[in-house]
């Protein structure tokens, strides 16, 4: 059971800002003191470079980043090493894409996705398909933006080498059916590839339950800090994958008739020098969100989004776009009122949302609409705040937003 004000306190963002609600936790979540201390540690007692240096500072840190390593082996359930360091989601997405164009696809081969994806999770493969003749198709999703297996399986034939989708999306929040989904997936021999980012902060993720090839996702978005991010992959699949950055640390040797060779994995991943710091946050990030459990996080959040989407629900003023769904974000607009107006309107009264397309610039065809006000919440936020939020929007207007303006 998560005591959620005690939790709050672990969170100097609160007491620096007593009168503002944030709800834009699919953007970016606010720091525990904790990650604030482990990164700050690494300034204040004498940073140095990783796996460079012979000196006890250097070994110091060499432990540490090696150590995060572990930690998320154990938030994932997969092996160090198949657990690679990237600057965020973004990063991770596209590398996934690269190998996959690279090492296991060909002209022809089809990869199915679906219109709920993040830009991240599109473009790559909207770029391989002009490049490199790799087609994309997209599974059939519900007004919500959920999967049916029945659907996917309609989609799926034997030119589908793999299936490419987030397993929580970030605008509608549809939890799609990952576990089912990769068996399908497997049993036409094809790879099943998840965007995590909105999913992985949230709740649990066993990725040898769930026996997914590849896992991206950020740490800015799960309480650590910004510019860093964590790609797993099954390990003889990330053997195989070739690298998209060359230089420094990845390399085993080259010579200047430009032969090269490679680390194993998953240190050819990571050319040049890290983000050292960012990984000591992410890996006090998840002991953090483990300590306080994740099931708890899923089942607490789970139940504020409800209360949540019951008032929300009741506003004639306000459209509502997924209030079936059960994890994620909550979208809606206001009737006849541009969605920037609405995020205005309720910046105006100390409530933090994001309004616009949210990186899913494809959704909108579903949708009907091509800009949503999205309200995420997260484990720090309370009932007290969803409140004084409805509250605000049952005043929502024309005349009211023009006022912030004018």
Same mark, same amino acid.
């Given at each position: 059971?998560?005591?959620v ?6 969170f ?6 007593p ?7 699919a ?17 204040? =007692?004498? @940073?140095?470079?990783?796996?460079r240096?012979d000196?006890?500072l ?5 432990e ?15 092996q160090?090493?198949?657990?690679v ?8 997405l596209? +590398?996934?894409?690269y ?7 060909k002209?022809?081969? /089809?990869?199915?996705t679906?219109?709920?994806?993040? @830009?991240s999770n599109?473009m790559?493969y909207?770029r391989? @398909?002009?490049?490199?003749?790799? +087609? ?7 007004? +919500? ?22 397993? &929580? =999306?970030?605008v ?14 497997h049993?036409?021999g094809a ?15 066993d990725?040898?339950?769930?026996d ?18 964590i ?10 994958m070739?690298?998209?950055f ?8 080259f ?9 194993a ?13 960012g990984?000591?946050?992410?890996? @006090?990030a998840?002991e ?8 708890n ?18 506003l ?15 979208a ?7 969605? +920037? ?21 494809v ?9 949503? /006000?999205?309200?995420s ?18 005043d ?5 937003? &023009?006022n912030?303006?004018?």
């Open positions: 059971m998560l005591d004000e005690k939790v709050r306190k672990d100097p963002f609160f007491s620096n800002n009168d503002l609600i944030y709800f834009d936790n953007a970016t979540t606010q720091k525990p003191q904790a990650v604030i201390d482990a990164v700050t540690d690494f300034y204040t =007692t004498g @940073a140095a470079n990783v796996h240096g000196y006890p250097s070994l110091h840190w060499d540490k980043f090696d150590g995060t390593r572990e930690i998320i082996g154990r938030f994932l359930n997969c160090p090493n198949e657990v360091y990237t600057g965020g989601s973004t990063h991770s596209n +590398q996934i894409a190998g996959l164009e690279k090492n296991f696809l002209a022809g081969d /089809v990869v199915l679906t219109v709920n994806e993040h @830009a599109l790559p909207f391989m @398909a002009k490049e490199a003749g790799i +087609q994309f198709e997209f599974i059939p999703i519900d007004d +919500q933006g959920n999967i049916h297996m029945e659907d996917a399986k309609k989609a799926m034939h034997e030119g589908v080498k793999a299936i490419v989708i987030a397993s &929580l =999306t970030n509608l929040g549809a939890s799609q059916p990952v576990k089912e989904l990769a068996a399908l997936a049993e036409n790879l099943m590839v998840v965007d995590g980012t909105a999913s992985v902060p949230h709740g649990p993720t990725v040898r339950d769930l997914i090839d590849f896992l991206g996702f950020a740490g800015h978005k799960m309480c650590g800090p910004g510019g860093i991010g790609l797993y992959g099954k390990y003889e699949l990330l053997q195989k070739d690298p998209v060359l230089g420094g640390s990845m390399n085993s040797r010579n200047v008739c430009g032969d090269m060779s490679f680390q994995a998953p240190d050819k991943f990571e050319a040049g020098t890290p983000n050292i710091e990984v000591i946050g992410l890996g @006090a998840a953090y969100l483990m300590g306080l459990g994740m099931q996080i899923a089942d607490y959040e789970r139940e504020l989004r409800q209360y949540a989407a019951d008032q929300i629900s009741q004639d003023n306000i459209i509502f776009y997924n209030p079936d769904n059960v994890d994620g974000p909550i809606i607009n206001g009737k006849d009122i541009p969605a +920037q107006d609405t995020g205005s309107y309720l910046a105006a009264n100390n409530i933090c949302v994001r309004s616009g397309n949210h990186c899913a610039k959704l909108h065809e579903k949708i009907g609409t091509d800009s949503t /006000v999205r309200l919440l997260y484990f720090y936020n309370t009932k007290a705040e969803v409140d004084r939020t409805v509250e605000v929007l049952k929502l207007s024309i005349e009211n937003t &023009l912030v303006f004018f």
